[in-house]
C-alpha cells in the first residue's frame, strides 16, 4: 500500500498514558509503518475541565519514549471550535440535526419513565419538529434515522449490524458551546483523511452513530478496527488495583521501552509461537487483522521476564547512560560512563530492571556498612592474617587483569593452606556489605584498588578488634 493509508491515535490528556492506550497506538503506529502510510496524533483536549498541559505533556513524552513518532500533528481540538461548529450548523441547514430545549430534570424525569415502563431509555425526539434556535441552555441534537440498520466491516470483529431504532438523537453541541466527543472524532477523522482507526472496543458502539454523521455529511467512511480491552489477572477491566497501568510509571520503575512495546503488541496478537521481536520485525510482520477478538490478561511476571532479557542482552554503554536517573533517586553520586557500563556488565545477569540494577548494586556507588550480625559471622579474629596478607599482596596487583587476580588469591590460600570458600563470603561482605553479589573478581576489577583495600582495611580493623 502507499501513502494513502492513514492512521491516528487520539489520547484526551486527563492523564498519563494508559498502557491500554499505548497498546492502541502501538497497533496505530504499526499498521501505518507495515502498509508505508502515515500515523496522525491528535489531542483530544475538548474537557476543559479536566484536561490539562502536564497530561499533554505526560502523554507526548511517553509516546516518544516508546518510540512511537508521529508524521503529523499532534493537533489540538481545543483549536479547532470553530471548524466544529460550522459542520453543525451545516447538519442543521440540512434538516439532520436541530436544537433541543429539554433540560436535564425533565430529560431524568423521561429516562426514569422510559426504566420504569422497561422500554429502552433514549431521547424521545420531543424537540426535532419544534424549529428551534440557538438559547439559553439549548443543545444542538443529531437527527437519528428512526428506521433501518447501520452495518459495518470491523477488521478484528467481523460484520456488525445496529437497528437505527436502537439509537438516539446525540448532542453534538453542548448548552456551553462545546462540541461532544462524538461529533469532533467523525470531523477531524475525516477532515484528516484518516483511513483506518484503530481503537479499543470500548468505541464499537460509538461506531454506528459516528457512521451516521459521516454519512449525513457525505464523508468517505474509514475502515474501523476495535482491538479487545486489556483485563487484569482477575479477569477485570485493568485498572490501578492491579499495579502499575501507566507507561511513565513503568519508566520510572526502570522498564526499557523496547520490552514494553514487546509486551504490549503481544497482547491480542502473535506470530506463531515467536516471543521476542525487534522493532522491524514488528513493523514487517504486523497487520490489524491478526488481532484477535478475546480479551488479553496483563501478566506482570511475564512482561518483568522480557524487561529482564533485554536488561541481559542490551548495549551496556546505552543502558549505562539510562542509570543517572536512578542513581539521582537515591542521592547517589554519579560516577563517569565508563564505570557505570562496568557496573551492569556486573550486575545484568542478576537483575530485571534499571531500578535492580542500582538497588542490587548499590556498594558500587556508596559503601555499605555490612550488619553488626554479619560482621560477627564472617569477620572473625582468626581470618585476621589471611586479611592483612590478602591486603598487601593486592598492592601490587591489576585488578583489571583477573588472571593475575586470581593467581595472587590462589598463592594466598596455598599460602595459609585454605579453601576459596573460607575467603569468599568473608571477602565479599567486606566489599559490598551483602553475601549475594557479582563474582568476587568482577567486583574487585570494577571497584578498582583504592576501594577495595579501603573497604578490606575496615574489615580487617574489625578482626583485629574482636581478637
Not at 505526560?58 to 481540538?77: K, S, T
Not at 573497604?455 to 580493623?461: E, F, Q, T
Amino acid at each position: 500500500m502507499s501513502d494513502d493509508i492513514r492512521t491516528r491515535f487520539a489520547p484526551s490528556p486527563t492523564g498519563y498514558l494508559h498502557i491500554g492506550g499505548a497498546r492502541t497506538a502501538l497497533f496505530s503506529w504499526l499498521y501505518a509503518r507495515n502498509k508505508g502510510g502515515k500515523f496522525i496524533l491528535r489531542v483530544e483536549d475538548t474537557d476543559a475541565q479536566r484536561s490539562t498541559e502536564a497530561s499533554t505533556e505526560q502523554i507526548l513524552e511517553a509516546m516518544e519514549w516508546l518510540g512511537l513518532d508521529w508524521d503529523e500533528g499532534p493537533f489540538y481540538q481545543s483549536q479547532r471550535l470553530d471548524l466544529y461548529r460550522s459542520y453543525v450548523q451545516e447538519l442543521i441547514d440540512k434538516g439532520h440535526a436541530y436544537w433541543c430545549e429539554c433540560t436535564s430534570e425533565e430529560l431524568e424525569a423521561r429516562r426514569k419513565h422510559a426504566m420504569d415502563t422497561g422500554t429502552k431509555p433514549k431521547y424521545d425526539g420531543t424537540c426535532k419538529n419544534k424549529g428551534l434556535g440557538p438559547g439559553p441552555g439549548r443543545v444542538v441534537r443529531f437527527a437519528m434515522p428512526a428506521t433501518g440498520i447501520t452495518a459495518f466491516d470491523d477488521m478484528i470483529k467481523g460484520r456488525i449490524s445496529v437497528d437505527n431504532s436502537e439509537l438516539d438523537d446525540l448532542v453534538l453541541l453542548r448548552s456551553d458551546g462545546m462540541p461532544t466527543y462524538n461529533f469532533t472524532v467523525v470531523i477531524d477523522d475525516a477532515t484528516m483523511n484518516i483511513t483506518h482507526i484503530i481503537r479499543g472496543d470500548d468505541h464499537v458502539n460509538n461506531t454506528p452513530r459516528q457512521i451516521k454523521i459521516y454519512e449525513a455529511l457525505g464523508f468517505k467512511l474509514p475502515y474501523f478496527a476495535h482491538v479487545p480491552m486489556i483485563l487484569g489477572s482477575d479477569k477485570t477491566r485493568l485498572s490501578k488495583r492491579h499495579g502499575a497501568t501507566s507507561v511513565t510509571a513503568y519508566e520510572e520503575m526502570g522498564y526499557l521501552p523496547e520490552a514494553l512495546v514487546n509486551y504490549l503488541v503481544r497482547l491480542s496478537w502473535s506470530h506463531g509461537d515467536q516471543e521476542i521481536f525487534t522493532r522491524d520485525e514488528l513493523i514487517e510482520l504486523f497487520d490489524i487483522t491478526d488481532v484477535g477478538k478475546a480479551a488479553a490478561v496483563f501478566n506482570p511476571e511475564k512482561l518483568l521476564w522480557l524487561n529482564h532479557h533485554y536488561i541481559k542482552t542490551g548495549d551496556p554503554a546505552r543502558l549505562a547512560g539510562l542509570l543517572p536517573g536512578f542513581l539521582k533517586k537515591k542521592d547517589y553520586p554519579l560516577a563517569d560512563s565508563d564505570y557505570l557500563e562496568k557496573v551492569v556488565i556486573d550486575v545484568r545477569e542478576r537483575t530485571k530492571t534499571l531500578a535492580d540494577m542500582v538497588d542490587f548494586g548499590d556498594f558500587y556507588f556508596a559503601e555499605i556498612d555490612p550488619s553488626e550480625e554479619l560482621k560477627e559471622k564472617f569477620f572473625t579474629p582468626e581470618l585476621s592474617a589471611v586479611f592483612r596478607s590478602l591486603i598487601e599482596r593486592l598492592d601490587s596487583v591489576n585488578l583489571g587483569d583477573h588472571a593475575q587476580t586470581e593467581e595472587t588469591l590462589k598463592n594466598l590460600l596455598d599460602y595459609f593452606d585454605i579453601k576459596f570458600k573460607v575467603l569468599a563470603q568473608p571477602m565479599r561482605v567486606a566489599l559490598t556489605g551483602k553475601t549475594v553479589s557479582p563474582g568476587i573478581f568482577e567486583i574487585m576489577a570494577t571497584l578498582g584498588k583504592d576501594r577495595v583495600i579501603s573497604r578490606l582495611n575496615k574489615a580487617l580493623d574489625f578482626m583485629e578488634k574482636n581478637t
